[in-house]
T-cell receptor
Framework: DTGVSQDPRHKITKRGQNVTFRCDPI?????LYWYRQTLGQGPEFLTY????????KSRLLSDRFSAERPKGSFSTLEIQRTEQGDSAMYLC?????????????FGPGTRLLVL | AQSVTQLDSHVSVSEGTPVLLRCNYS??????LFWYVQHPNKGLQLLLK??????LVKGINGFEAEFKKSETSFHLTKPSAHMSDAAEYFC????????????FGAGTRLFVKA
């Protein structure tokens, strides 16, 4: 068990560019989550997958954001036409279970800076 | 609707003195409650969780929390602070109904003075 990994750890981009982040969950975990964390705030839920199915999306996830989890393994989060307001830490977590009581294991995050 | 309020944005204690980080929640259903810790440049780590079993929950590193339904509180405590406890702490409420809602509080930064 190597934990949840995220790549890249840091990304600097210019406004209007597209970026893609990758998350590799703990191998046997069926659920995968994406969060966004801005400075001085707690993480905010963006979306989650159960296996390959995207079951819920937050209102924070505008149409410029898209997430996939092909084959129920790793996941990607793409942001198109980035804006300065997208600058944040993007966190990925995974868990094993069905309800809301299972522990989520978090990756180190990808810090995005949009210039 | 669910919500989480961490009553203090910053708490400062001296090493060896007790720690109290306060959290109040609102939930329409039977909630699961968690405390996570985030050290600088490190990922979020689970300290403890409540899932409708014992109301006093013991976690890692000497932390514990008590679920009080009548007060809708889930305060985090530790009898004696250590310098290594300095970090950001998040109270989290999660929906138990099968639909998914996980809400983080805004966080409490704990400072520990020597």
């Amino acid at each position: 068990d190597t934990g949840v990994s995220q790549d890249p750890r840091h990304k600097i981009t210019k406004r209007g560019q597209n970026v893609t982040f990758r998350c590799d969950p703990i191998s046997e975990h069926n659920r995968l989550y994406w969060y966004r964390q801005t400075l001085g705030q707690g993480p905010e839920f963006l979306t989650y997958f159960q296996n390959e199915a995207q079951l819920e999306k937050s209102r924070l996830l505008s149409d410029r954001f898209s997430a996939e989890r092909p084959k129920g393994s790793f996941s990607t989060l793409e942001i198109q036409r980035t804006e300065q307001g997208d600058s944040a830490m993007y966190l990925c977590a995974s868990s094993l279970g069905r309800g809301g009581s299972e522990t989520q294991y978090f990756g180190p995050g990808t810090r995005l800076l949009v210039l | 609707a669910q919500s989480v309020t961490q009553l203090d944005s910053h708490v400062s204690v001296s090493e060896g003195t007790p720690v109290l980080l306060r959290c109040n929640y609102s939930s329409s259903y039977s909630p699961s409650l968690f405390w996570y810790v985030q050290h600088p440049n490190k990922g979020l780590q689970l300290l403890l969780k409540y899932t409708s079993a014992a109301t006093l929950v013991k976690g890692i590193n000497g932390f514990e929390a008590e679920f009080k339904k009548s007060e809708t509180s889930f305060h985090l405590t530790k009898p004696s602070a250590h310098m290594s406890d300095a970090a950001e702490y998040f109270c989290v409420v999660s929906d138990n109904t099968g639909g998914f809602k996980t809400i983080f509080g805004a966080g409490t930064r704990l400072f520990v003075k020597a």
